[in-house]
């Protein structure tokens, strides 16, 4: 298996910035970014010391599959992407907030109805619901955005409140996330699936708000698999994921949450080709086509040159 893409370092004609998040590695412009997305894996808001081969390639082209499926309903920032790896699109402001909106009660809203709380950033939630449970409607959870270390449960109150963003805003925010999840639950039906929960993030482009970074990937969204849901509820049972959530389990299996103290355990070569696997089997199953694994033989170079001669 080739190796994967762990970072990069490039230097262009008329960069302003550098920025390099998780999973991304982002050059900045005066009024567009490059965003190169890594083969670098991150969970519990820790990146992992070794990277899975294709898996940049399987997000990125997820991401832009949603995006151009999404953008006569809500813009976003992209203006091209001219590498499996590269995106590149207008330099936004970001809103210091992420959208996340549920539609079931499922990772981390389970951790905390499991634990007692019958309120989730300010969303009062029934009593009676089983893990994977639907809820009565989709509701919006958002958190604040970090630089480093854990994003928050914040409410829609303490947002207004604390003016991380002003009220015209939110309602725009709001309004651009229930479109979009409506959107991504319609896509995910029409696979086979269901658009579990996910999130969103915006920005500012002069005076317009715009979505920004990845939309519906498995590494901003959970899915299930439709068929059986029902008969696994029922039971009692697991459901069937295509998400990250296979990442967490193995690492929590292994002792690792990304608390203090712990150690994330050794990823051997199967662990990671078996990561890898997964994730092109969710690009198939997602986006319905047929993954092309791309040209590896000078990956860094093939990347450089995509954002030169379209920046």
Known sequence: MKQGIKDTQFKFPGQVDFYRGKVRDVYIFEQSIAVVATDRISAFDVVLPKAIPYKGQVLNQIAYHFLSSTATLVPNWVTASPDPNVTIGKRC??????????GYLAGHAWREYRDGKRSLCG????EGLKENDPLPEPIITPTTKADQGHDEDISREDILAGGLVAEEDYLVL???????FEKGTEMAREKGLILVDTKYEFGRYGDEILLIDEIHTPDSSRYFYREGYAERQEQGLPQKQLSKEFVRQWLIENGFQGKPGQSIPEMKPDI?????SRYIELYEHITGKTFVPANGSDMEERIRRSILENI
Request: glycine letters at 0%; proline letters at 8%.
């Open 174 to 180: 709001e309004k651009y996330t229930r479109t979009l």
């Open 123 to 126: 969303v009062a939630l029934p």
């Open 272 to 276: 990671i080709e078996s990561i890898s």
């Open 93 to 102: 402001v970001p809103f210091k907030v992420e959208m996340v909106i549920r």
